[in-house]
């Protein structure tokens, strides 16, 4: 590859130098920590940012938002500056520059879709690890570097010890601020990442105001397929998005999955052959069964042995499975990984017994309805929901997620407990008036009852001391109920 200089650096990212060309001999990383020769990449800075860079001793600065001072403050200190207008062009580069630099024969998975991603690509890290590579993911419980925001991706590859065999990416699959989607972010990452294998889970709304219809995700969405020269793609055939995509990649390298979802719903799934022979379509298709997970006529891996029986997390393993078996793992290595796979946290994590509490990250309307469907499932009592109203996300997305809440909650026993979480979230999660507004005025049209609670710990403490032994308690929502696991446990502790 061309030996990195900040000029050389400026072109790739579309962007206007301030400052000497110099050869830049670091990693792409963030201002925290950052250290000599390093490239920051950074949406904003100002002219503290650019003093810590300065003493920190980097390369250059790539950033799309220069505020206050900077700008004279970099040209004092002598520290080149690399003006962009997309910061996400700098962090595509990035991450295809390191993964050449850090990784370069290596396996590779990209992972997108509405709901279910971090589920899939961690259990896809999980097989890849049992199977015996060294491998590296994005994915964590907060799902928070999937992103072109930032170079973390880069930062972590670059600084990854021992020698990377194989990579799960998590793709984040529409992504932006303040109103400004990121156009075609899965379709920039899958570029990047130059995948062996891509996962598509599901569409379905999210990101309101990013995107405004379900016609916009999937095309956000598809862009993973649009960018794709790999192997194959595994896609659900459950949702009609997804198995519409299958015109976007070559027939002999697509992969379904399915658990028969469209034909109790009445679709014929006679389409799905179209690109195949029978033999060739059954050969490929990973599919559910009364008896378990089957490629074709071959048992892979028994219902009994499934981790969650619950139908969204069934479709996540079929997933993990498809994608694995296109990776030539053995079906032994790959049962053995899944029927011991233990789910990253806030995945329906059963955090009690008695009464049963589970949590889960439901924090879109899909992600909702298939949550509660799953808890009555298991509940033999009374259901008391503990939901987060989504903080500084808009009123589309609150309005979506209260009518499915309200969808959901017809003809079960229920009572919901509404929470604006203000003592625990940051300013880039506060619920604001108009948010939560939305959101009850939904519930109060549609006749849902409910309680409202500002502090998270009063909700919690109104569940637990409402509840009996045979109830559940359900936590859901996004970052507004992160730490309620943490609070539930000094509550009980001091209970015992």
């Not at 892979?300 to 694995?324: D, K, L, T």
């Not at 519930?443 to 849902?448: A, F």
Request: with cysteine; net charge neutral; hydrophobic share 40%.
């Amino acid at each position: 590859m061309k030996e990195l200089t900040t000029a050389y650096l400026s072109h790739k990212v579309q962007g206007k130098l301030v400052g000497e060309d110099k050869k830049i001999n670091g990693i792409f990383n963030i201002l925290n920590d950052s250290s000599k020769g390093d490239v920051v990449v950074r949406h904003w800075i100002d002219s503290i940012g650019v003093k810590m860079a300065a003493m920190k001793g980097v390369s250059c600065v790539i950033t799309q938002d220069l505020r206050g001072n900077a700008l004279n403050e970099a040209k004092k200190l002598n520290l080149p500056l690399i003006l962009t207008k997309k910061i996400e062009i700098a962090n595509f580069f990035a991450l295809q520059w390191t993964l050449e630099q850090f990784a370069p024969q290596t396996l590779r998975v990209v992972v997108t879709g509405t709901n279910g991603k971090s589920t899939t690509t961690h259990m896809i890290y999980c097989i890849l690890q049992e199977a015996g590579y060294n491998t590296y993911t994005n994915t964590d419980s907060e799902s928070e570097f999937n992103t072109l925001i930032d170079p973390m991706v880069a930062k972590q590859i670059a600084e990854y010890p021992g020698k990377i065999e194989a990579i799960v990416l998590e793709v984040s699959e529409v992504q932006g601020w303040m109103n400004r989607i990121m156009v075609e972010h899965a379709y920039l990452m899958t570029c990047a990442i130059k995948p062996d294998i891509v996962v598509l889970t599901n569409v379905a709304l999210d990101h309101i105001g990013l995107v405004n219809s379900i016609e916009e995700a999937a095309h956000e969405i598809s862009g993973a397929l649009r960018a794709f020269n790999g192997d194959y793609a595994v896609l659900n055939a459950d949702d009609p998005h997804i198995r519409g995509m299958e015109n976007l990649v070559p027939p002999k390298k697509v992969i379904f999955y399915d658990s028969g979802i469209m034909k109790l719903n009445g679709v014929h799934q006679g389409d799905l052959t179209l690109n195949f022979s029978k033999k060739s379509y059954n050969n490929f298709k990973v599919h559910l069964r009364d008896e378990g997970i089957f490629q074709g006529e071959n048992l892979i891996i028994p219902r009994f042995e499934f981790p969650f029986q619950s139908q969204h997390f069934i479709q996540n393993i079929m997933a993990a499975v498809g994608a694995s078996l296109a990776l030539k793992i053995d079906p032994k290595v790959i049962r053995k990984a899944v029927t011991s796979y233990q789910p990253l946290k806030r995945r329906f994590s059963k955090i009690r017994q008695a009464p049963l509490i589970i949590d889960d990250f439901a924090h879109n309307p899909d992600g909702i309805i298939a949550t509660i469907k799953s808890t009555v499932e298991l509940s033999s009592g009374k259901i008391y929901i503990v939901c987060a109203v989504r903080g500084s996300r808009g009123k589309s997305i609150n309005y979506a997620n209260a009518k499915a809440l309200a969808h959901a909650l017809h003809n079960i026993n229920y009572e919901l407990i509404l929470t604006g979480s203000q003592e625990v979230v940051d300013e880039a999660n506060f619920v604001k008036p108009e948010e939560k507004n939305v959101f009850i005025e939904v519930l109060k049209n549609e006749g849902i009852n409910y309680m409202y609670f500002e502090r998270l710990d009063d909700a919690l403490k109104k569940a637990l001391n409402s509840t009996q032994d045979n109830d559940t308690i359900l936590l859901i929502g996004a970052q507004g109920m992160d730490p309620a696991s943490e609070i539930l446990d000094k509550f009980l502790s001091n209970k015992l």
